[in-house]
Antibody, heavy 112, light 110 residues
């Protein structure tokens, strides 16, 4: 059974950092392109970042480029999103997904 | 303002057929596959259609996808109350080198 479980969300002040994790089970994460997608509560979906299956190519939305870094640890079958220089507008539920399977999301709140 | 344009709302009565449109450009829908997602309140998105017109196993054949040029559509036939949800289209955008989503369509079953 495929499962993606995110963790690491929480409350952080503007300018702060957080690292989100997404542990996969039931499939090998490195065989797939993996994404982070976020959603402000009550609003639409916004794609954040993609790491291709080979790990060599990473892509970011303009809104997070230079501040967020996507990575993965194949030995732990886990995807990460390092978020630096956080802004109030980064407040959202963050989902990891391979576009077929999605995690349940983890809430990040950036607030003073 | 989303790169892919969807109507903010749609509605239908039980048993009816409804369609939701998704308009893009040559750099996204025009040259790449379209994906459709259903999001029920308080839950993660669920894949309904991939590669523009393919259904994952377990998705009822009441749901179908199509693409023509720079636009795509999701059709739901035999509308049911449990279809009431938000629906999103998505595609890779070669100009942006990233994925783009539509703004979402809230489907109401009257």
């Amino acid at each position: 059974q495929v499962q993606l479980v995110e963790s690491g969300g929480g409350v952080v002040q503007p300018g702060g950092s957080l690292r989100l994790s997404c542990e996969a089970s039931g499939f090998t994460l490195s065989n797939y392109g993996m994404h982070w997608v976020r959603q402000v509560p009550g609003k639409g979906l916004e794609w954040v970042a993609l790491i291709r299956y080979d790990g060599n190519n990473k892509y970011y939305a303009d809104s997070v480029k230079g501040r967020f870094t996507i990575s993965r640890d194949n030995s732990k079958n886990t995807l990460y999103l390092q978020m630096n220089s956080l802004r109030v507008e980064d407040t959202a539920v963050y989902y990891c997904a391979n576009l077929t399977y999605w995690g349940q999301g983890t809430l990040v709140t950036v607030s003073a | 303002q989303s790169v892919l344009t969807q109507p903010p709302s749609a509605s239908g009565t039980p048993g009816q057929r409804v369609t939701i449109s998704c308009s893009g450009s040559s750099s996204n829908i025009g040259s790449n596959f379209v994906y459709w997602y259903q999001q029920l309140p308080g839950t993660a998105p669920k894949l309904l259609i991939y590669r523009s017109n393919q259904r994952p196993s377990g998705v009822p054949d009441r749901f179908s996808g199509s693409k023509s040029g720079t636009s795509a559509s999701l059709a739901i036939s035999g509308l049911r109350s449990e279809d009431e949800a938000d629906y999103y289209c998505a595609a890779w955008d070669a100009s942006l080198s990233g994925w783009v989503f539509g703004g979402g369509t809230k489907l109401t079953v009257l």
